[in-house]
């Protein structure tokens, strides 16, 4: 596989001009998915090495698929002239991303080697938050006048080709650049080349510079649109978002769902380029405050002890039962929490959704806890059965009520879904249910 | 808001014709993805009469974002020339899709009233695999000719312009329809007229039909893409994939992923138009295993039930330490099957993944162990607080290990990653860290 003689090629630290040229002619063989691949896992001086043998647009493309955390690690490696070549190729908005990592010295260094134009679009990107959809767009806008013909606009196109991010949208502005409409390449080809740009034009799909990225992201996927033009306050065109951009909003949105679902902060570069210190620093934080809670269940369990000294088998059930509370908590969670990301459930929904989980839980607890009756019954007594069976039927109702509800009010006060995420829920779950287990048993046993 | 008064107008079972076209002109006002969210929690009677009043581009529109399985329910509400017309709408991929879901007889109806180029194309789409990407290309494609001068291939282009699903990707192909290339229509328009297609041409990054899903529409996203070019083993174009299709993708595999990591079977439909019973199901085999295998834990305590008897301290910290264990194993699991996912993580890594969790599960076991033994040492003494930081330390490290290496292995058998979902880790977590921890109880406390 070339790939592996490319990594080999690699250790033996090749810096002659014969062994570059021979890393080269492998690179060249190694897809750009692969490359892409390498380049997020390789150290980074060695990364630099072979992003230097790779020919101007591969590179360019790796680079741009990299995040902005690792293309700023690269950069470090790289010289100032190459450094330069990169920057001045990148879009207006990838720039932005890429200006955040950077030091102050090297990033005011980069933009004051631009040309006026292009320095103006980085700055008015970077003049939005970075949760705004405005940071993402591309200023670089090819646009039509209402009243040009169909002909007049094909040569406007035609001339202007190369220079905006995409001209498979064309916006079509007044003379105050208010967005009246959309038209597409596609459109103007197939029309009479007489008719006004005006007749051809349809409504746009169009978004505030100051709209959350995530919600824009999936309208914009969800309408399978090629580009969405972005406007100000007054409607006017700012700049356009084109598909990959929102592609890559979900795709970080979606990495960090995932990560705090697990109960861990997202890292920055990917998992195999980050030093075993920033893995432990995403995850530690969660790690102690779910250890603190989780005390709770210690505090709890102290509170039964006499009953425990009493009747010992209790113990035995202790990791079963919460866990099984957790296990339910966590499946109505991740399904609540999803469907809050793409959209089918919003705020509104509460209600409805804990009457769902409130009848999930009742199902899902109903059978747990017959078949919990009968096999403990039938090794530890019916009584002890009893216990357990409608300890797991209660366990079941309240942790999936609980994790169907926790995400929904976490949007509504303003916090991301996903931080109660699993972990969270396990934990809360875990003290009530031991609360529910020792009440039941209690009254029950007669302890 | 005009949604909900849409809402409201719907409860009141609007039959009249009076009352349909109040109806309409409030469809009208709500903004396309509004609508979509309202056909995905409507009751399947309500969302067919606010589907009959769209207008036609809406309401297709409206109709293919909906999943196979709410298309299928929806349709079986609507007349059979409102089907019809639906489903003679459709590119040859969804129509594929949706016909999985439809009953046979109504499907074969369906298919028998297209014309036969329509019909060979769908079934074409319909000979591969679902998790094939065969499965999703479009086979409606405008394809040019290498010796073709520029000016005639926009001839061509604009000749055919409203056939296939997109133009902006144009594959070259050979007289045995072998791809050579392809082109854009930016690079069309911006080239010199009389120049041939063969010299204006790129190398196409393309996929062949039986290539898995997933990975391809990955991969298309990750290279930014318009529209990827599909062929046969030959090289022979069948399709062309565009990128509506590959985010399609995505969006199910990662809605399979996130509910897989909480523990349950992904929903056909939306969330809100689920049935209970529905939801049960996915989630209550997942569930009813589980408990089966906490009931390990069950087995384990009873093992040292007398140990337990002499120091009932030690059930105390059971939920606190088989969840710590639970929590660490969620982490790494969770970063590597997002990892493993989105390809920055490979098979050939698992050495390098056991290594980092091995590192990364000690400095976490060394802070929380620590903190543990402090803690508990004041309030329990120092003996037990040994024991208790010990079982910590030795629980994050395999918790972790364990937690990193499932997912790969779980690929490397050819099983979805995700199936060793935090639940499942979880619950392997508990038994395991219960022997640990009765065993380093066992040394230090002489029982």
Same mark, same amino acid.
């Given at each position: ?9 690699? =250790? ?47 590179? +360019? ?12 690690? +690269? ?59 405005? =940071?993402? $767009? ?11 013909? /169909? ?69 914009? +996927?969800? !309408? ?64 102690? $405050? ?29 990791? +079963? ?39 999930? !839980? ?8 017959? *078949? ?19 300890? *797991? ?11 169907? $509800? $926790? ?11 996903? /931080? ?28």
């Amino acid at each position: 596989m070339t790939m592996d003689q490319l990594i080999d090629s690699l =250790r033996d630290h090749p810096r002659n001009e014969a062994e570059l040229v021979k890393l080269g002619h492998l690179a060249r063989k190694v897809p750009t998915h692969d490359m892409a691949y390498l380049m997020k896992t390789l150290p980074t001086d060695q990364a630099a090495i072979v992003y230097r043998v790779l020919d101007k647009d591969t590179a +360019l493309a790796v680079f741009e698929s990299l995040s902005p955390a690792t293309q700023a690690e +690269l950069i470090a490696e790289l010289r100032h002239g190459e450094i330069f070549e990169i920057f001045n190729e990148l879009d207006p908005d990838d720039r932005a991303s890429l200006f955040d990592e950077l030091p102050a010295k090297v990033a005011d260094r980069l933009m004051s080697g631009l040309d006026l134009e292009q320095r103006t679009m980085t700055t008015t990107v970077l003049g939005y938050p970075e949760d705004a959809i405005g =940071r993402y $767009m591309s200023p670089e806008v090819l646009w039509l006048h209402p009243e040009w013909t /169909v002909r007049r606009a094909i040569d406007h196109v035609k001339a202007h080709i190369d220079e905006p991010e995409t001209i498979y949208l064309l916006p079509v502005l007044d003379d105050s650049r208010i967005l009246l409409g959309v038209t597409g390449l596609r459109r103007l080809l197939s029309s009479d080349d007489d008719m006004t740009v005006r007749e051809i034009m349809r409504e746009a799909e169009s978004a505030h510079a100051t709209d959350p990225r995530e919600e824009t992201a999936r309208r914009f +996927l969800g !309408g399978k649109l090629l580009a969405m033009p972005i406007v100000d306050a007054e409607h006017r065109l700012l700049g356009v978002l084109t598909y990959d951009d929102a592609v890559e909003i979900i795709n970080e949105e979606d990495a960090e769902d995932a990560a705090r679902s697990g109960g861990a902060e997202p890292l920055e570069k990917s998992y195999l380029s980050s030093s075993i210190m920033r893995i432990v620093q995403s995850r530690v934080v969660w790690l102690v $405050m779910l250890a603190l809670s989780a005390a709770l269940t210690v505090k709890v369990l102290d509170l039964f002890e006499d009953k425990l000294s009493t009747v010992v088998i209790l113990a035995l059930f202790i990791p +079963l039962l919460t866990g099984t509370g957790g296990n339910t908590g966590n499946q109505a969670a991740t399904t609540v929490t999803r469907a809050l990301a793409v959209g089918e459930v919003r705020i509104r929904d509460l209600p409805k959704v804990i009457w769902r989980e409130l009848r999930v !839980g009742f199902v899902l607890g109903l059978i747990l806890g017959s *078949l919990a009756f009968v096999i403990t019954g039938f090794i530890y007594g019916f009584t002890f059965g009893t216990v357990i069976g409608l300890t *797991l039927l209660a366990v079941c109702v309240q942790a999936a009520v609980v994790g169907g $509800m $926790m995400p929904i009010i976490a949007k509504k006060v303003g916090a991301d879904p996903a /931080v109660f995420s699993n972990p969270f829920i396990s934990t809360f779950c875990d003290a009530t249910g031991l609360l529910i287990y020792f009440g039941i048993a209690s009254v029950i046993l007669g302890i």
